[in-house]
């Protein structure tokens, strides 16, 4: 009896040590295969930020090549129409033009450089209107600023808003202004657009297709939650003001 039992007591504790040794081993193995999928999912999401990257810059060269060309047509349509003031306006439209051509084409521009083009560009179209008509533009810019001529401005943010103030005003009517005011102070960039349009105007606006989406799409995929786009219409009268935190933005390109 006592044999039998000493015997089982050692088959029982081989059961136990294999036991043990099995689950080590399992154990062992199971990491291991965690650590293989979390490698490959480490991967894979590399790989579909990758594929995001490059589908945002296709999107957002798709968006240039149909701005562009819009953009041209306003300006010359502008110039053409009152020819007395031509030669002042070519001045302008040589410096938007070269905008377009050279410094477009750069994923960043400077807020120097896009503050500078937004200017000429409501010169040239300042042309279009009567002189005793209420145009009022204010510009507070700090020279100063750290961002001021840091690469971080996406080139061309500025046409949709100046555009389409000129494009759905009514000029005719009695109370009708445009009013514009651009800002730069402690890294955040600040444009404020307001207009008095036509019944007509203001069908075309809420139906306007390229400009305002193409402006919305630009601005989620580049600055993300570093920006703030309000749009607002009350009695006729649009506003849309765009804030960028140009500060935050340039520090995150320059951490990440």
Do not use: C, W
């Not at 000493?6 to 504790?13: K, V």
């Not at 994923?107 to 500078?116: A, D, G, H, I, Q």
């Not at 103030?165 to 009013?179: E, N, P, V």
């Not at 307001?194 to 580049?222: C, P, T, V, Y």
């Amino acid at each position: 009896m006592e044999g039998n039992y000493y015997m089982i007591h050692d088959y029982l504790i081989f059961i136990g040590v294999f036991a043990i040794f099995f689950l080590l081993t399992v154990s062992i193995y199971l990491f291991s295969q965690n650590g293989r999928f979390r490698q490959k999912n480490t991967r894979l999401t590399e790989t579909n930020k990758i594929i995001e990257q490059k589908l945002n810059e296709v999107q957002l060269e798709h968006i240039g090549t149909k701005l562009n060309p819009h953009l041209f047509k306003n300006i010359l349509n502008s110039v053409q129409s009152h020819a007395y003031q031509t030669y002042m306006s070519l001045d302008k439209l040589a410096n938007v033009l070269d905008y377009i051509l050279y410094e477009s084409n750069n994923k960043f521009v400077s807020p120097k450089e896009e503050l500078n083009f937004a200017l000429s560009l409501i010169e040239i179209n300042k042309i279009k209107i009567n002189p005793l008509f209420d145009f009022r533009i204010k510009s507070r810019i700090n020279k100063s600023d750290t961002v001021y001529e840091e690469k971080v401005f996406a080139p061309l943010i500025s046409v949709d808003l100046i555009e389409n103030a000129f494009k759905h005003t009514d000029f005719l009517a009695q109370d009708s202004f445009i009013s514009i005011h651009l800002e730069l102070e402690n890294g955040i960039f600040t444009m404020k657009v307001s207009n008095k349009a036509s019944l007509k105007n203001i069908l075309a606006k809420e139906n306007s297709g390229f400009g305002s989406q193409s402006l919305d799409q630009r601005l989620k995929m580049i600055y993300n939650n570093h920006y703030q786009l309000e749009k607002s219409s009350k009695n006729g009268i649009f506003t849309a003001e765009l804030k960028i935190n140009l500060g935050e933005f340039y520090d995150k390109m320059r951490y990440s």
